[in-house]
Structures are given as C-alpha cells and as structure tokens.
C-alpha cells in the first residue's frame, strides 16, 4: 500500500493534502485577499498618522503659499489692522489697545506694540 503512493510521488501525481500546492484554490485566495487588505489598512493608517502629526507645519507653509490670511491672528495685529484701513480713529485706538495689554497676565510679556 506504500508502494503505491510511493510510485505516485515519483511520478508527480497526487499530493498528501489531496490538493496541488498544499491549499484549496479558494482558502489561498482569501488568504490572499486578506493579506493584501492588511497592507493597504497599515499603509493608509500610517499615511494618516503622519499626514497628522506633520499638519500644524504644513498649514501655515500653505496659507503663505497660496496667500490666505493666518488663522490665529492676535487681536492686537486686528487692531492696528483695522486703524491702518481708517476703520478706527487714534483715540480708539489707543483706548482699545490699552485694554489688550492690560487683558493680558502680568508673569507674560505683552505683545510688541
């Protein structure tokens, strides 16, 4: 009797598992399909988290880039903004720029006027 698988071996016919290759055509094909999923799932979650991390300097490159005004802008850059255009007079001017350097703590600086 094992002589007779033997011969098949040597012939190149039959398989221990009963199938060519070792795996059910379907089984590998989901394995398969599984481990490229896997691979496509890990890359785009690493793209993500780079894309991520990298963003607060990517930003502000761009708005400088494509001329977008700073999303942050600190209130007292608006006020001199808005006194530049004449949208204001000096004497609100000054009023409200003295009530931004005094909205601010005394331990910090306040900003360059």
């Known amino acids: 009797m094992f002589d007779g698988d033997r011969d098949m071996w040597a012939r190149g016919h ?12 379907g089984t590998g094909m989901l394995l398969s399909t599984l481990n490229n999923l896997l691979w496509i799932a890990l890359i785009i979650g690493l793209a993500l988290v780079l894309l991520r991390w990298l963003m607060p300097y990517i930003m502000p490159m761009l708005a400088d880039l494509f001329g977008m005004a700073p999303a942050d802008i600190p209130p ?18 000054e009023q409200m720029r003295e009530r931004l350097e005094a909205s601010y703590p005394h331990s910090e600086p306040p900003p360059p006027s």
């Open 14 to 25: 039959g398989h221990p598992w009963g199938h060519p290759g070792g795996f059910d055509p």
């Open 76 to 93: 007292l850059e608006i006020l001199r903004q808005r006194y530049a255009a004449g949208e204001i007079n000096a004497v609100t001017f």
